[in-house]
Structures are given as C-alpha cells and as structure tokens.
Nanobody, 120 residues
Framework: QVQLVESGGGLVQAGGSLRLSCAAP????????MDWYRQAPGKQRDLVAT???????YYADSVKGRFTISRDNAKRTVYLQMNNLKPEDTAVYYC??????????????WGQGTQVTVSS
C-alpha cells in the first residue's frame, strides 16, 4: 500500500543545515499537494511549508528565507532544505501528501515523523 517514508532528521548546531526527504512509494495514486508540518514537545502540529503539483510554494512566516520546499514528481518525493536553523525549529517534522486515483477517490497520507534538534 502507499506509504510516506521520511528521512534526514538529526542533531545540528544553530546556524547549521539539514535536508529532509519524504517519499511516496507506488503509482496507483496521483500525488497532488505535499506539505511539511512540525510539532514541538507539548505543542500542536503546525504547517511549515506547502508545494503544489505545479510547483507553487507556501511558507510559514517563521521559516521564510531559511527553508525551501521542493519536489521530484518522477521520484514521488518532497524535500525540505532547512538552512540557518534556530533552536526554535526543534520539533518532530511530518510530511503529508494529498492524492487521488482515476475513480476520484481522495487520499491523505502522513509520514512517520523525523526528529530535528537544534542546539544553541
């Protein structure tokens, strides 16, 4: 079945960089919008960035100018390049993908989450 598999998290010092990736195996479902969310300890899950099937992007104000979302449709993969990381970026990062099949059924898949920790 279709799943989202995340990787790329880790521990980095403030000012450093990380690149997260999230892949959607399979081909039965066409992937449309893909998103990155994050959830800090004891807090709600917040939207970080969005990319449409056509490549249009959206960023939360807190990450504009530092994070870049991109996608490779052939690989069914979305990336999040995170530069100039700050301690406040520490969270579990989740990817989300919305898709549909030829029958019109809609799907919403989530990754397992990957920990990003930024030390000061």
């Amino acid at each position: 079945q279709v799943q989202l598999v995340e990787s790329g998290g880790g521990l980095v010092q403030a000012g450093g960089s990380l690149r997260l990736s999230c892949a959607a195996p399979g081909s039965d479902v066409s992937i449309n919008e893909m998103d990155w969310y994050r959830q800090a300890p004891g807090k709600q899950r917040d939207l970080v960035a969005t990319i449409t099937s056509g490549g249009s992007t959206y960023y939360a104000d807190s990450v504009k100018g530092r994070f870049t979302i991109s996608r490779d449709n052939a690989k069914r993969t979305v990336y999040l390049q995170m530069n100039n990381l700050k301690p406040e970026d520490t969270a579990v990062y989740y990817c989300d993908a919305r898709g549909s099949d030829y029958l019109g059924d809609e799907y919403d898949y989530w990754g397992q989450g990957t920990q990003v920790t930024v030390s000061s």
